[in-house]
């Protein structure tokens, strides 16, 4: 089975940017499709972005589009969450989650088999 690392995560004030790296261990990370999930306090986890095991299909929460930006290095078992023009509401702690490659990008959170632990983003007004 594969294994995911979060990192990146940080202290920003809005408007500001941060760039989330999701690192994979243990199988290559290519056979996968990824997302990224995030959670705030008293919240359900909400699906942010997802990207196909190619790279070629992506999907994006309504709330972040246009603002972040995923993407994929295969080569390096890596996966990224560039995130543009934060906003206060987008603090959370953001994982990252990854299942078998298929066609359709899944937006469910039980649709992924292997979880990060998580990385913390909290943006200042």
């Known amino acids: 089975q594969v294994q995911v690392v979060e990192s990146g995560g940080g202290l920003v004030q809005t408007g500001g940017s941060l760039r989330l790296s999701c690192a994979a261990s243990g199988r290559t990370f290519g056979n996968y499709n990824v997302a990224w999930f995030r959670q705030a306090p008293g919240k359900e986890r909400e699906f942010v972005a997802g990207?196909?095991?190619?790279?070629?299909?992506?999907h994006y929460a309504d709330s972040v589009k246009g603002r972040f930006t995923i993407s994929r290095n295969n080569a390096k078992d890596t996966v990224y969450l560039q995130m543009n023009s934060l906003k206060p509401e987008d603090t959370a702690v953001y994982y990252c989650?990854?299942?078998?490659?298929?066609?359709?990008?899944?937006?469910?959170?039980?649709?992924?088999?292997?979880w990060g632990q998580g990385t913390q983003v909290t943006v200042s007004s």
């Open positions: 990207i196909q095991w190619t790279g070629v299909n992506v």
């Open positions: 989650a990854a299942d078998i490659a298929k066609y359709r990008v899944e937006s469910a959170p039980s649709q992924y088999s292997y």
